[in-house]
């Protein structure tokens, strides 16, 4: 089966720096995707790594070691629309998803 | 349609009773996927289509579960003599349905169903 590892909750002040950290293991892997999710509202798609590296995007980066089944969400300059859960989801044949529990993220003023 | 949407965004039924759950995807994408998530948990994969078949329903709970997906666009997921763990948010996502790296699936905002 698969089991994706991540965090349960995270908190920290505005402006800070978070990393949300996703160990996985799965049958198949295309990919490593990141969806935020607010309280009630839809996961909405952040990132994807298929290869090994950084990829940025704004305050958000995502990074990909394959060789250690391991990726990282960064939150940068946090603000407090940032409040939110944040889901891994490794992309295990070219269309299923398989997601790890989420990652409750808490701004603080 | 500009995102994807579904129907009721609430539904409270009884024990035993049957609920249909419907999605409509993105204009033009051609592959369709359920989850569930209960309260506090990930997202756990239902089933996909890819136009109007299903190469994959292993997600499916058991057989009272079914879902079906008409002239490549809407798709409806039923659950049959509805029991209490049941009750989770049901969503529905969309793509564009082009294998290879990066196809985003865009969420629908759920149903919230309660079994009571």
């Known amino acids: 089966g698969q089991s994706l590892e991540q965090p349960s909750e995270v908190t920290a002040v505005e402006g800070a720096i978070v990393q949300i950290n996703c160990t996985y293991q799965t049958s198949g892997f295309y990919g490593l995707s990141w969806y935020q999710q607010h309280d009630g509202g839809a996961p909405t798609f952040l990132s994807y790594n298929a290869l090994d590296g950084l990829e940025e995007t704004g305050r958000f980066s995502s990074f990909l070691s394959r060789s250690d089944s391991y990726g990282y969400l960064l939150l940068q300059e946090l603000q407090m629309k940032d409040s939110a859960s944040y889901f891994c989801?490794?992309?295990?044949?070219?269309?299923?998803?398989?997601f790890g529990a989420g990652t409750t993220v808490t701004v603080r003023a | 349609g500009a995102g994807v949407s579904q129907s009721p965004s609430n539904k409270v039924t009884e024990k035993g009773k049957d609920v249909e759950l419907r999605c409509d995807p993105i204009?033009?994408?051609?592959?369709l996927y359920w989850y569930r998530q209960s309260l506090g948990q990930g997202l756990e994969f239902l089933i996909y289509f890819q136009g109007n078949s299903a190469p994959d329903k292993s997600g499916l709970p058991s057989d009272r579960f079914s879902a079906e997906r008409t002239g490549g666009s809407v798709s409806t997921l039923t659950i049959q003599r509805t029991q209490q763990e049941d009750s989770a948010v049901y969503l529905c996502a969309s793509s564009s349905g082009l294998a290879g790296v990066g196809d985003t699936q865009y969420f629908g905002p759920g149903t919230r169903l309660t079994v009571l």
């Open positions: 204009s033009g994408h051609t592959a």
């Open positions: 989801a490794v992309r295990e044949y070219d269309y299923k998803l398989s």
